[in-house]
């Protein structure tokens, strides 16, 4: 009989199951049960057509899990599984176990999580758009950590790894062991050989500890549309703390940027116990009479007055106007800033001269029009600037976030913010969800126990017009089915990404900025490469990784 691996070898017992280590390498493991599998970054989207032996073509395929992460993170890694079989499905069950040399457990947490699809469809609006299926939602996996493999199709295996602060640095080895056999939703169909298999798996745990989300160097504005939660479920205190907790366990929490009244003051206090920095009182328009804002704002302050949250408070408002619109922002925030001198003022202004004396304490701008020049002359100022992204820039030669994009995007737009000395990040909105008319979304499931789903990407922000839309544009959770926020491949890199800023800005700009630069140095100059993100992100902690040549 031919062999069950190109390279087999037996490494002993574990809980008293013999199990082979399988070695991948940059070929795919073809087994007696045609089922083939490897490891990626989390930086590569992968399609449900591809193969590891496509990838490994490309550098992309890997042959272990191994892994740098800071005290204080999350970091992530995907496992490949590809069921070869023309018809029959398979099943795969995944579990871990990691110890130090001297036989401690490891101090975190490893999960297992399985990368949904959804169907993007082609839109005028960008490009390049459309594709059909493309990875992005983040679905629970089955009991026991078990999930279905379509025949043909690869199946990613999100694996999110979480470092407590007080966690000991050090060195952990083991395995992901994967247990295939019968599917149990196809339950008359099988792998012909039900077969017990493992990937090495390593994770370095570096000195370096990530601040909590309360003592960030670097801040964000990321806009959770809480209304948007109403058409699916009764909107009460323990949803809104399931999500919020959701949130900030991705390195980012649940403000909001366009509501017209300062929200509960319960939504201000949980918040903060989720270690917001910040949090919105109310947008304010260019049409505002400035009392009218003040008389809405003043009982909420004193409520966060008493409670010593008030220093988290800001107002946002005059959203990308004009430099026309300079004396209503004199004016409204004026009165405001005279009223409350501590009241943190925000408005987002892509002008190409903002006046320091204007009352603005965070100046926001569109990031390919952030100005080196300017920034220092408005933080000379004593001021802060933040960066952001929307629908805009949509060329094909900027960085953004939408779900047709590479995933390393994702993570180089914070990379970009730390070379430029951002003081943090604003995005318009996390869940906006809005389909076309007069289809309504549900909550979002597989199809036929496949990883595809019902959740239609594309959303129409700019309703009533249909004729243009957006697929993951404002958009980077998705409805469960039980209540639960179901995130996405995007969100949990942009959370890499905002970690990894708390790194650069820990180390010496003279230090810092050579190694930016191997990857990102400009709004449409920057590399695209998995390995050399990691390669350079381990050198900043201390650790060396060899990519391979090109």
């Keep these: 009989p031919r062999p069950l691996v190109r390279d087999t070898l037996v490494v002993?017992?574990?809980?008293?199951?013999?199990?082979?280590?399988?070695?991948?390498?940059?070929?795919?493991?073809?087994?007696?049960?045609?089922?083939?599998?490897?490891?990626?970054?989390?930086?590569?989207?992968?399609?449900?057509?591809?193969?590891?032996?496509?990838?490994?073509?490309?550098?992309?395929?890997?042959?272990?899990?191994?892994?740098v992460a800071m005290r204080g993170e999350y970091e992530h890694v995907q496992i490949l599984l590809r069921?070869?079989?023309?018809?029959?499905?398979?099943?795969?069950?995944?579990?871990?176990?990691?110890?130090?040399?001297?036989?401690?457990?490891?101090?975190?947490?490893?999960?297992?999580?399985?990368?949904?699809?959804?169907?993007?469809?082609?839109?005028?609006?960008?490009?390049?758009?459309?594709?059909?299926?493309?990875?992005?939602?983040?679905?629970?996996?089955?009991?026991?950590?078990?999930?279905?493999?379509?025949p043909q199709y690869l199946q990613p295996?999100?694996?999110?790894?979480?470092?407590?602060?007080?966690?000991?640095?050090?060195?952990?080895?083991?395995?992901?062991?994967?247990?295939?056999?019968?599917?149990?939703?196809?339950?008359?169909?099988?792998?012909?050989?039900?077969?017990?298999?493992?990937?090495?798996?390593?994770?370095?745990?570096?000195?370096?500890?990530?601040?909590?989300?309360?003592?960030?160097?670097?801040?964000?504005a990321y806009s959770f549309v809480e209304d948007a939660l109403s058409p699916f479920y009764p909107v009460t205190k323990?949803?809104?703390?399931?999500?919020?907790?959701?949130?900030?366990?991705?390195?980012?929490?649940?403000?909001?940027?366009?509501?017209?009244?300062?929200?509960?003051?319960?939504?201000?206090?949980?918040?903060?116990a989720e270690g917001a920095q910040w949090f919105n009182l109310r947008f304010v328009s260019h049409k505002d009479d400035p009392q009218t804002v003040i008389t809405s704002i003043e009982p909420i302050l004193k409520q966060l007055t008493q409670l010593g949250l008030q220093d988290r408070a800001y107002l946002y408002g005059f959203d990308e106007n004009p430099p026309g619109e300079q004396p209503a922002i004199r004016k409204i925030y004026g009165a405001i800033k005279k009223k409350f001198p501590s009241l943190r003022l925000v408005a987002t202004l892509n002008w190409k001269e903002v006046p320091t004396d204007l009352p603005v304490d965070v100046l926001v701008k569109q990031y390919e029009y952030y100005n080196a020049t300017q920034a220092k002359i408005w933080k000379a100022a004593g001021k802060k600037i933040y960066l952001y992204h929307c629908i805009e820039p949509s060329g094909s030669t900027f960085l953004n976030t939408f779900i047709e994009r590479p995933g390393i995007q994702a993570r180089l737009l914070y990379w970009l913010g730390a070379m430029d000395q951002a003081d943090g990040w604003l995005y318009y909105a996390m869940d906006l969800w809005k389909p076309k008319p007069p289809a309504k979304h549900t909550v979002i499931e597989r199809l036929n126990g496949t990883a595809r789903t019902n959740f239609a990407p594309a959303n129409y922000i700019w309703l009533p017009r249909t004729d243009i839309w957006?697929?993951?544009?404002?958009?980077?959770?998705?409805?469960?089915?039980?209540?639960?926020?179901?995130?996405?491949?995007?969100?949990?890199?942009?959370?890499?990404?905002?970690?990894?800023?708390?790194?650069?800005?820990?180390?010496?700009?003279?230090?810092?900025?050579?190694?930016?630069?191997?990857?990102?140095?400009?709004?449409?100059?920057?590399?695209?490469?998995?390995?050399?993100?990691?390669?350079?992100?381990?050198?900043?902690?201390?650790?060396?990784?060899?990519?391979?040549?090109?």
């Design 470 to 550: 957006a697929n993951g544009d404002g958009q980077f959770l998705y409805p469960g089915p039980s209540g639960e926020p179901v995130g996405s491949v995007r969100l949990d890199i942009m959370s890499d990404g905002l970690e990894d800023v708390e790194l650069w800005n820990s180390l010496p700009r003279a230090q810092a900025l050579p190694l930016l630069k191997q990857l990102v140095r400009g709004p449409t100059d920057f590399t695209s490469d998995p390995c050399l993100m990691e390669k350079v992100r381990r050198q900043a902690l201390g650790y060396y990784l060899a990519c391979p040549q090109k």
């Design 83 to 150: 069921n070869t079989n023309k018809k029959t499905w398979a099943t795969a069950k995944l579990s871990f176990i990691l110890r130090d040399e001297v036989g401690n457990s490891f101090p975190g947490t490893v999960d297992f999580l399985q990368v949904g699809y959804v169907n993007c469809t082609k839109t005028p609006r960008y490009s390049p758009s459309g594709g059909g299926w493309r990875p992005d939602p983040i679905l629970p996996l089955g009991v026991g950590n078990s999930v279905n493999l379509e």
């Design 12 to 67: 002993g017992m574990s809980q008293n199951v013999l199990f082979l280590l399988l070695h991948v390498a940059l070929v795919p493991l073809f087994v007696e049960s045609a089922v083939e599998f490897c490891t990626t970054y989390s930086t590569v989207k992968v399609r449900q057509n591809d193969t590891c032996t496509n990838l490994g073509t490309k550098h992309l395929a890997l042959s272990t899990i191994n892994v």
């Design 157 to 220: 295996i999100w694996v999110r790894i979480g470092i407590p602060q007080t966690a000991p640095s050090g060195t952990y080895s083991g395995a992901v062991n994967i247990n295939f056999g019968e599917s149990s939703d196809h339950s008359t169909t099988r792998v012909s050989t039900p077969f017990l298999a493992s990937i090495h798996m390593r994770v370095d745990v570096a000195k370096f500890v990530v601040p909590s989300l309360m003592n960030a160097t670097f801040g964000y």
């Design 238 to 272: 323990q949803l809104k703390q399931r999500w919020y907790t959701y949130l900030a366990n991705r390195r980012t929490y649940a403000d909001s940027l366009y509501h017209r009244e300062p929200r509960p003051l319960e939504d201000y206090k949980m918040l903060a």
